[in-house]
C-alpha cells in the first residue's frame, strides 16, 4: 500500500467504524498490512483528575491529553492529527512503562516524543520532567534548568507550559509562580489541585510558608537549604528549621543548597 493511500485509509476510518467496536479500526489497519509508521495507537486512562488520553508510536508517547474540559475521543484524535500529522487510533495496549509511570507519577524515564518542537521549549518541558512527585518547582529553577547559561524569560516558560503537549506525564502541575502559588498553566484549576493532593503534596502548608516569607527552608544542623517539597526539607524538624526569604539570605547566613533539589543560589 503507498504512502498516500495508508493515509487516506487512516483519515477515513473513524467514519468506516461508526458504531463497531473499539479496536476495529486498529484491527482493519493492521489486517490491511499498513506500517505503523503511519499512526500512532492512543489508549484512555484513569488518573485523579480524569481520564487521560494517551497516543504512542510502537516506541515513545507522542501525546496526552485530560478530557476534564470535555474533550472527546474524536477531538483528541483531531488535535493529535493537527499537532503531530499522524493519525490516532484507538485500541492496542498501553506503551510498555506507562500504567507505572501514571500510578507512581514517575515518568521520568518514559519515553515521550518531543522532536517536533522547538529546541527552547523542549528544554523547558524537559527540566519539568525531572521535578520528583509529590514536591513543586518555581519558575525561575524552570527556566534555570532548562538553560543556565542565558536562562529564558518568564513569558517562555509560560508559553511552553500552556502548550504542553503530554499532559500530566510531564508534570506541569508540579510547576508554582516564584511566590509558591499554583502555575497551572496547562491545566483548569480543578485538574492541577487533584494532582497535587495525589501526590500528597500539603499546598495549605506552602500557602503557609510563603505568606510567612519562606521561599526556602534550612536546617541549622546541616546548613543546607531547599525547597520547603524537597524530601530532605521535610525531615527538618520544627526546633532546627529556618526560614529564608531568598538564596541570598541563606548564602549570607552560612548556608549552601541542596544538592538534591538545586535551589537557587543567587
Not at 493511500?5 to 463497531?20: C, K
Not at 481520564?51 to 485530560?66: E, M, N
Not at 503531530?84 to 498501553?94: D, F, K, L
Not at 518531543?114 to 524552570?142: H, K, N
Request: proline share 8%.
Amino acid at each position: 500500500m503507498s504512502e498516500g493511500n495508508g493515509d487516506a485509509v487512516t483519515r477515513r476510518l473513524p467514519d468506516l467504524a461508526a458504531g463497531a467496536p473499539e479496536d476495529f479500526a486498529l484491527r482493519v489497519l493492521r489486517r490491511a498490512g499498513l506500517s505503523r509508521e503511519h499512526y500512532d495507537t492512543y489508549v484512555r486512562l484513569d488518573t485523579a483528575a480524569g481520564g487521560l488520553f494517551v497516543a504512542a508510536s510502537p516506541q515513545t508517547v507522542t501525546g496526552a491529553c485530560l478530557d476534564s474540559a470535555g474533550l472527546t475521543a474524536t477531538g483528541f484524535e483531531e488535535l493529535h492529527r493537527a499537532r503531530t500529522g499522524r493519525s490516532a487510533i484507538p485500541g492496542g495496549r498501553p506503551l510498555p512503562g506507562l500504567l507505572p509511570a501514571l500510578r507512581t507519577g514517575r515518568a521520568r524515564r518514559l519515553a515521550i516524543d518531543l522532536s517536533g518542537l522547538p529546541e527552547g521549549q523542549r528544554a523547558i518541558l524537559e527540566a519539568v520532567r525531572s521535578i520528583p512527585p509529590g514536591q513543586l518547582r518555581p519558575l525561575s529553577w524552570i527556566a534555570r534548568e532548562a538553560d543556565a547559561g542565558s536562562p529564558p524569560p518568564v513569558s517562555d516558560v509560560l508559553g511552553a507550559l500552556t502548550a504542553n503537549p503530554v499532559a500530566v506525564l510531564i508534570p506541569c502541575h508540579r510547576v508554582t509562580h516564584d511566590n509558591g502559588s499554583p502555575c497551572d498553566a496547562a491545566y483548569l484549576p480543578k485538574a492541577g489541585e487533584a494532582l497535587r493532593r495525589a501526590e500528597h503534596i500539603d499546598m495549605r502548608r506552602v500557602a503557609e510558608l510563603s505568606r510567612a516569607g519562606a521561599v526556602f527552608l534550612g536546617s541549622d544542623t546541616t546548613f543546607i537549604y531547599c525547597h520547603p517539597t524537597c524530601a530532605h526539607a521535610r525531615r527538618i524538624t520544627p526546633g532546627h528549621r529556618v526560614h529564608f526569604p531568598t538564596a541570598r539570605d541563606a548564602r549570607e547566613a552560612g548556608y549552601r543548597a541542596c544538592k538534591s533539589c538545586r535551589p537557587l543560589t543567587v
